[in-house]
T-cell receptor
Framework: GENVEQHPSTLSVQEGDSAVIKCTYS??????FPWYKQELGKGPQLIID?????GEKKDQRIAVTLNKTAKHFSLHITETQPEDSAVYFC?????????????FGTGTRLTIIP | EPEVTQTPSHQVTQMGQEVILRCVPI?????FYWYRQILGQKVEFLVS????????KSEIFDDQFSVERPDGSNFTLKIRSTKLEDSAMYFC??????????????FGPGTRLTVT
């Protein structure tokens, strides 16, 4: 089955700097890669996703890149703000009509230092 | 904005007891999921459900687990005889399709299950 590795496990950056979180996946059939943000006591919230037919996607301060050949994808947060502090999870799935099983990475605890 | 809701937020039960965790998915969603997260670990897939049947289940989802959509709004996860290692946060999620395209999964806030 799919295996997703995520690095780093913890990351501290100064407010205003950029943060990068990296993930690798094992199953070349995976075609959908979402990123979730989890705040304390809450469920994972989707912040951005990318499909395998796209190499990069951006939404304001957040961007995701995908390298299918190397089987890795990354989350980039620019101009970080204190409210970006949370645990971030990458995930991968084979998105077929009618079924989707997300395989999550181990998470990155991001701390923004004011 | 519509959201997935879960009850209770925290459930404490004794080992061997049955528990039912409840979820109300977003109203027009037809695909439902349960995941669990043991404290400090990754979120793990348990089961997916569509058209009143299980689409896929993980090796964690053994005979002690069952899911049901008892009415038009609720989606439940039952654990028949809880074990200490079932202690975790359980997340329900739902998704919809736009034509043939499956959309993203929306997660509920979770139920923290503590087995003593």
């Amino acid at each position: 089955g799919e295996n997703v590795e995520q690095h780093p496990s913890t990351l501290s950056v100064q407010e205003g700097d950029s943060a990068v979180i990296k993930c690798t996946y094992s199953d070349s059939a995976s075609n959908y890669f979402p990123w979730y943000k989890q705040e304390l006591g809450k469920g994972p919230q989707l912040i951005i996703d990318i499909r395998s037919n796209v190499g990069e996607k951006k939404d304001q301060r957040i961007a995701v890149t995908l390298n299918k050949t190397a089987k890795h994808f990354s989350l980039h947060i620019t101009e970080t703000q204190p409210e970006d502090s949370a645990v971030y999870f990458c995930a991968a799935s084979i998105r077929n009509f009618g079924n989707e099983k997300l395989t999550f990475g181990t998470g990155t605890r991001l701390t923004i230092i004011p | 904005e519509p959201e997935v809701t879960q009850t209770p937020s925290h459930q404490v039960t004794q080992m061997g007891q049955e528990v039912i965790l409840r979820c109300v998915p977003i109203s027009n969603h037809l695909y439902f999921y349960w995941y669990r997260q043991i404290l400090g670990q990754k979120v793990e897939f348990l089961v997916s459900f569509y058209n009143n049947e299980i689409s896929e289940k993980s090796e964690i989802f053994d005979d002690q687990f069952s899911v049901e959509r008892p009415d038009g709004s609720n989606f439940t996860l039952k654990i028949r005889s809880t074990k200490l290692e079932d202690s975790a946060m359980y997340f329900c999620a739902s998704s919809e399709t736009w034509g043939q395209v499956l959309r993203e999964q929306y997660f509920g806030p979770g139920t923290r299950l503590t087995v003593t």
